[in-house]
């Protein structure tokens, strides 16, 4: 077990490096400078301009700017906001529990809405409930997030009023953060009302944000459930006389979860990706806003922290991942 | 009393207009320490109809019997909930392929321990010391440490004697053992049979033991039930049932076994296959197949009928010299 888990993190290092040189030449492939813009409409003169250039480091060849930051990046140093002039790190840090928050209630919904599905759908399949699910579920993978998301908006919180429209909390409520996370500060703090505040301004965009892996979640339930159930330990188990309930449940299910773990871990990607647009819609104060923002400005050292550290998330969600699957499946256990 | 009377058991798959009958109005009786042999060709209705004892055979599958009596009770006319009751616990089965007939999520102990939680209830401790004894019982050498190994790290043999375990830990009264030994090899064959017969003579459980294996049947059973096509073609006690074959089907059967093909240059088959759901064939459903088959047999499908204390499913049925009687009337 100990030697897998240093096996993967061994597996992490090239992708560590790959991101890093990835990110760091794409950004500067995009069409704009960082000063320029950092200048803005008053445009700067020569002299200036150049001592900027100087100052940034964008004088040297890029190799050599790019061994520069490996270089603060192996002591914890992913560089400054140009447009903030703030550590990276630390705005990544204030940043990241909103969206980890948005991110963990999505993942939330769509388990707890996709994996029942899911089994009925197995379980009954051919029927009415396998085929409404089943188209649902295609059409809420096919959906643009925008497009879902304002249509969430405009029906749940413009004509129904039932949701807030954006942010994270009402202005009524200030709530200073001590963990980040919006749910546990409002419960820790004694404002009453804020914690309700918080949760409804949660659910829209976890919903918006949740569909796709939902859908994928609830498809991929279904095969692996059919596949499962058409095992003959499931007729042993029946014959064993237990309820069918139970023989679901406990001999169906844990074999199928298998892959519909893995295909979980995958789309914690799929998150963050639609936590970019979820964020930008629902004007929620977290990493796909902020990088989308750091984008149009040029600001490269955001960028290139924001990415890394979204891809050390991910590669460790996928650890975490692997890890599950061998805790279900007794047959990965005994062969590391 | 018998132990289990089936009456005119169907079992039939595909539409209501035109269902494929996989089993087709089957009636036997299974008395208590009874051991019942089922032999027939891959195809010819003797799982389906096992599985249909045990209320496996799922939507769109309906299974229809005049009665399907166990211990006097209907099976088919009782709550589902009560016929689980019975399922598991007084009415056992164990299936052909060990090795996936084990969930490999869980553990030996765990497996066998959930069939005693469901029948027997008990604490843990006894459920744990119970499955101890079941594992001696089936001959696992060093059960203690076998109780906590999975699935995938057991042998197919080991796996069946698992397998059987589970299947014998409520003290059923019948136990169907479907082609138990299909997947295992030869010399692993011998010894699980030996171990079913030795559990069965020990425990006075009838069992209901599917097989093709012609020698095997003759030796450890008293009766013999011969099927063909989802249905019953002969049946009676064991003695004398393979020596004087009254079926035209069995004759064939015994015929085409190796040993007796010795001195010849080929070995003697049945030409053609078990029909299936679409081919088949009018009147008799062995008539393309039967070397006696007559235009009688070819237009009109025969009933069964008693012939010297054996049921009996032809028209000609073969007397002590193999030939078929009657043929001139």
Redesign the interface.
């Known amino acids: 077990m100990l030697g897998f888990l240093f096996r993967r993190l061994g597996d992490i290092v090239p992708t560590f490096f790959g991101v890093t040189l990835l990110v760091f030449f794409l950004i500067r492939l995009i069409p704009g400078d960082p000063i320029l813009m950092m200048a803005g409409e008053r445009g700067v003169d020569a002299v200036r301009y150049a001592q900027l250039k100087a100052q940034y480091g964008f004088d040297q060849p890029v190799i050599v700017q790019y061994f520069h930051y490996l270089l603060g990046v192996f002591q914890g140093d992913l560089g400054k906001s140009f447009v903030t002039k703030k550590p990276v790190l630390e705005e990544f840090m204030t940043l990241f529990p909103a969206t980890v928050e948005l991110g963990v209630i999505a993942i939330l919904f769509a388990i707890v809405v996709g994996l029942p599905l899911g089994v009925i759908a197995a379980v009954r399949r051919g029927g009415i409930f396998d085929y409404t699910t089943m188209t649902i579920s295609l059409a809420g993978y096919s959906m643009p997030i925008f497009w879902w998301a304002t249509m969430l908006i405009m029906f749940f919180s413009v004509s129904l009023g039932w949701t807030p429209v954006s942010g994270r909390l009402s202005v009524l409520y200030y709530i200073e953060p001590t963990t980040g996370f919006m749910l546990i500060d409002t419960l820790l703090s004694d404002q009453k009302g804020a914690f309700v505040d918080a949760l409804r301004h949660l659910i829209l965009p976890s919903i918006a944000l949740g569909t796709i892996p939902m859908a994928v979640i609830a498809r991929m339930t279904r095969s692996s459930m059919l596949e499962v159930l058409r095992e003959d330990y499931i007729r042993v188990a029946r014959a064993k006389g237990l309820s069918p309930a139970k023989v679901v449940v406990v001999h169906a299910l844990r074999n199928a979860l298998i892959p519909v773990v893995t295909v979980i871990g995958l789309q914690v990607s799929v998150l963050v990706a639609g936590a970019i647009l979820t964020e930008t819609i629902f004007s929620w104060p977290g990493i796909g806003k902020w990088i989308v923002e750091a984008v149009s400005r040029r600001d490269y050292p955001t960028i290139q922290g924001g990415i890394l550290l979204i891809a050390i998330m991910i590669m460790m969600v996928n650890l975490f991942v692997d890890l599950t699957y061998s805790v279900i499946n007794p047959r990965i256990r005994h062969t590391r | 009393m018998a132990l289990l009377e089936v009456k005119n058991l169907t079992v039939e798959f595909g539409s209501e207009k035109n269902p494929f009958r996989a089993v087709d109005s089957v009636s036997y009786s299974v008395e208590r320490g009874e051991v019942l042999g089922i032999v027939g060709e891959s195809g010819s209705g003797k799982s389906v109809s096992s599985?249909a004892l045990?209320g496996?055979i799922d939507y769109p599958g309906r299974v229809t019997a005049d009665s399907l009596t166990f211990d006097g009770e209907d099976l088919l006319r009782m709550s589902a909930?009560k016929r689980?009751?019975?399922?598991?616990?007084d009415i056992?089965?164990i299936?052909?392929?060990p090795m996936?007939?084990?969930?490999?999520?869980?553990?030996v102990e765990t497996q066998i321990m959930?069939?005693l939680k469901?029948?027997e209830g008990g604490n843990k401790k006894q459920r744990r010391e119970r499955t101890l004894d079941l594992l001696n019982q089936v001959g696992i050498p060093d059960p203690k440490s076998r109780m906590k190994a999975?699935p995938?790290?057991l042998s197919g043999g080991m796996s069946q004697r698992i397998?059987i375990a589970?299947?014998i830990a409520c003290n059923p009264r019948l136990l169907v053992a479907d082609e138990p030994t299909t997947a295992l090899d030869v010399t692993i064959q011998a010894q699980i049979i030996d171990l079913l017969l030795k559990l069965q003579a020990d425990s006075d459980m009838a069992l209901i033991l599917i097989t093709h294996d012609l020698a095997l049947v003759s030796e450890a059973a008293d009766r013999i039930q011969v099927m063909y096509a989802g249905q019953l073609f002969e049946s009676g006690p064991a003695d004398g049932l393979f020596a004087a074959p009254r079926h035209p089907y069995t004759q064939a059967l015994l015929e085409a076994l190796p040993e007796r093909s010795a001195g010849h240059d080929r070995l003697r088959t049945i030409p053609g296959v078990v029909p299936g759901a679409h081919d088949r064939p009018t009147g008799c459903l062995l008539s393309p197949r039967c070397r006696y088959a007559t235009d009688k047999c070819v237009s009109t499908q025969p009933l069964v009928t008693d012939y010297y204390g054996r049921d009996v499913r032809c028209f000609y049925p073969l007397d002590d010299n193999g030939q078929p009687t009657g043929r001139n009337v």
Not at chain 2, 84 to 89: M, Q, V, Y
Not at chain 2, 101 to 106: D, G, H, K
């Open positions: 599985l045990m496996l909930r689980r009751n019975i399922t598991g616990k056992a089965m299936f052909q392929d996936s007939s084990l969930n490999p999520c869980y553990t959930e069939a469901v029948h999975y995938h790290q397998v589970m299947a």
